[in-house]
């Protein structure tokens, strides 16, 4: 059974930082495509970060130069380090891994909450 697990939200004041972990259980992990994810009050889920197997990058126009995401394959673990927050980064934000193995498949992990005063 995969399992992901996001930790490191929280109350933060604009302009602070935080840094968001995303720990994998029972998947390949190494092999998959990793990202982070965010959905703020009355809003869509939109992508936040991605990184490949081969550790390509993608951010969204909003949070690029402010926002990094990272993995380590022997802990099975995702970052993202998100610095320069601003009130409207307000949202939960949820990991994510995907990939293919004989079938296409692609995991949620349950959220964590991070919250920007102004």
């Known amino acids: 059974q995969v399992q992901l697990v996001e930790s490191g939200g929280g109350l933060v004041q604009a302009g602070g930082s935080l840094r968001l972990s995303c720990a994998a259980s029972?998947?390949?992990?190494?092999?998959?495509?990793m990202g982070w994810y965010r959905q703020a009050p009355g809003k869509q889920r939109e992508l936040v970060a991605t990184i490949t197997s081969g550790y390509v990058t993608n951010y969204a126009d909003s949070v690029k130069g402010r926002f990094t995401i990272s993995r380590d394959n022997a802990k099975k673990t995702v970052y993202l380090q998100m610095n320069s927050l601003k009130p409207e980064d307000t949202a939960v934000y949820y990991c994510n891994e995907r990939g293919f193995y004989n079938y296409a498949y692609e995991y949620w992990g349950q959220g964590t909450q991070v919250t920007v005063s102004s």
């Open positions: 029972g998947s390949i992990f190494s092999i998959d495509a």
